[in-house]
């Protein structure tokens, strides 16, 4: 795995053979996945006309279908690294929150933590796509239905009851937070008591409030979220410039830096900074969910005994695979062994 070179940088490469270890002792890790479930669902069309009423094309429906996404898709990525993991969060009495449970029940996850909760609609992201008969498919118009209030007192008291029980069983817990209201300040404050109490592997990956986290043992922000975040604290410039000033912010052990193209940066306490090119092809085919994938991965390979330069190796081949693949997709012990051996 090849690195940037830079004054100021390590090197992060991690061998084939403890790959293959570490992807061993990561199946069966107890990862307790917490965070705003969301369906994807993908409308297709083929482009027949443009319609007389508006200038608008006329799709003839040719189906749809549901996908995992958000928290959801976590799920199905810590599923699909072999972990033993139990979905915590919040779904409506809707098609598409009965879609989510079956799609976890089918990869293994335990649903015991997902509350349905009469009155709220599941968020519902619908990607509507055409093309022409001999043409791939492009979005061309995406319906959020999302609720960002915070959860009714009955629903916010059974996630928390979920929380606490995962808490005690997990190895390691992923906080997937999407700002769609499923965790209160009351519920960070608690988490942060935690972390700082107990030696649990914690992972947070959060869309908008990353400075409320604390004492977690990796962020892994993208540019954007963390320019927010170092904007926050008064910080100008590029984030991976204040990189090291967020995860002190934090109190974070670690903090891994998603960068799209330009690969990911880990700053860890005490260490110099790590950065990582892209693994595989800078072109990617659809980043969608990506972010999820290194969550997902970082956490079972800490869990598993992984350092963070380690975790954020793996994670940064996860991510390269699963963007050369459709909609927010999952990756394997099987692929990210031979994408590191080729």
């Not at 995962?166 to 209160?184: C, E, H, T």
Request: net charge positive.
């Amino acid at each position: 795995m090849s690195v940037w070179p830079s004054a100021a940088s390590g090197q992060a490469v991690i061998s084939s053979s403890r790959a293959s270890q570490l992807l061993q002792l990561m199946r069966g890790k107890k990862l307790a996945v917490v965070g705003d479930l969301v369906a994807d669902l993908y409308v297709m069309g083929e482009t027949s006309r443009i319609s007389r009423e508006a200038p608008v094309l006329v799709l003839r429906y040719e189906g749809e279908e549901y996908r995992p996404g958000g928290a959801a898709n976590a799920v199905m990525n810590g599923a699909a690294l072999g972990g033993n993991v139990r979905a915590i969060g919040c779904v409506g009495a809707d098609a598409a929150g009965a879609e989510l449970i079956r799609m976890f029940r089918k990869v293994g996850a335990d649903v015991t933590g997902v509350v349905v909760a009469a009155g709220r609609p599941t968020a519902t992201k619908t990607r509507v796509l055409a093309g022409g008969r001999h043409t791939s498919r492009q979005q061309v118009i995406r319906i959020d239905r999302v609720e960002t209030a915070a959860l009714k007192p009955v629903a916010e008291q059974a996630v928390r009851r979920h929380l606490t029980a995962a808490l005690k069983w997990a190895d390691a817990v992923l906080i997937s937070d999407y700002g769609l209201g499923l965790l209160s300040d009351a519920a960070l404050r608690g988490l942060a008591s935690t972390f700082r109490r107990r030696r649990l592997v914690s992972v947070v990956d959060s869309r908008r409030r990353l400075l409320a986290f604390r004492n977690m043992t990796m962020a892994t922000p993208n540019e954007e979220e963390g320019e927010q975040a170092a904007s926050a604290l008064g910080a100008a410039g590029p984030a991976a410039k204040n990189g090291e000033r967020l995860r002190q912010r934090l109190t974070a052990r670690s903090l891994l830096l998603t960068r799209g193209g330009e690969g990911m940066s880990l700053f860890e306490k005490g260490r110099p900074a790590i950065h990582l090119a892209v693994h595989g092809t800078k072109d990617a085919t659809d980043v969608t969910g990506a972010g999820d994938t290194v969550a997902s991965c970082a956490a079972l390979a800490m869990a598993a005994g992984a350092s963070p330069s380690e975790a954020a190796s793996l994670a940064n081949v996860a991510a390269g695979i699963v963007v050369t693949k459709h909609g927010a997709a999952t990756t394997n012990a099987g692929e990210i062994l031979a994408a590191l051996r080729g």
